[in-house]
């Protein structure tokens, strides 16, 4: 089962990924956790301003990724409509998840949000590491991420409403568009995708 998660920036996509991954045995495919490991300056530097990368990076990066697997939630891709098209060619999508949340709302939440350098565990205010700077799981170091300041937060919100919202309508037509309250607790959205999770299996 191939599931997306779309939603803005903050939204709690990684998050409930997580969640999502042990309970389902899905693989987690982050684009931006991937593109974070690389060390090819231009991409670093166009991630830091909270721009996107190019589309055919991005499906090379993922065909890679998804050959072989056989399911997986999608966390930050498809983000263009070029993506969505070849995604259609390299897989079947199950169902598309849109985490709704205000602009204002993910500034805030972005702000707080700590990641572990090693597992990429993601803590932010409604549910910290209980270690100052360390990861419960991994113990590894947290940080901020450099595009979590607010010039790079409100560039990458703008690109998600004019590129990444309008693929919710590309989508629709299949009757596979299902849309969760992401202002909500961590534990209530979760309990929300598994109902939804289920009665697509
Ligand atoms: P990416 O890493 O995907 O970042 P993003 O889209 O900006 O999304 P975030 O990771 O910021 O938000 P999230 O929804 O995962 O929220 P989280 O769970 O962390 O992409 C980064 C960059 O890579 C892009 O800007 C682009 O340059 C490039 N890129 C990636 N994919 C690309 C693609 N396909 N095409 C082109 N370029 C691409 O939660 C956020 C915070 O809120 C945390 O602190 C968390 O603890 C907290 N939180 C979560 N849920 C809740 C809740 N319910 N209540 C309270 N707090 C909560
Ligand atoms: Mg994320």
């Known amino acids: 089962m ?40 231009k991409i670093k ?11 055919e990076q991005i499906i090379k990066l993922i065909k890679e990724k998804l050959s072989g697997e056989e399911g997986a939630i999608l966390d930050g891709f498809p983000r263009t409509l070029r993506q969505a ?3 259609d060619e390299i897989t079947h999508i199950d169902g598309v998840i849109e985490l709704k949340l205000t602009d204002e709302e993910a500034l805030k939440r972005l702000s707080g949000r700590k990641t572990c350098k090693n597992c990429k565990t993601v803590y932010g205010t409604e549910n910290p590491s209980k270690k100052q700077g360390k990861c419960d ?17 409100k560039k990458r919100l703008t690109a998600y409403h004019e590129e990444t919202e309008p693929l919710i309508e590309y989508y629709k037509p299949r009757k596979i568009v299902h849309t969760v309250d992401a202002s909500k607790s961590i534990k209530e959205i979760f309990a929300n995708l598994c109902k939804i999770i289920e009665e697509l299996a």
Do not use: F, W
């Open 45 to 55: 530097q166009q991630m830091k301003e909270g721009k996107l990368i190019s589309d």
């Open 2 to 41: 191939n599931i997306i998660l779309l939603g803005a920036q903050g939204s709690g996509k990684g998050t409930q990924a997580q969640l999502l991954k042990e309970k389902y045995n899905l693989i987690h495919v982050s684009t931006g956790d991937l593109l974070r490991e690389t060390t090819d300056e």
């Open 85 to 87: 098209e070849a995604l």
């Open 137 to 153: 799981k991994c113990t590894g170091e947290l940080y901020q991420r450099e595009d979590d300041k607010p010039e790079a937060i």
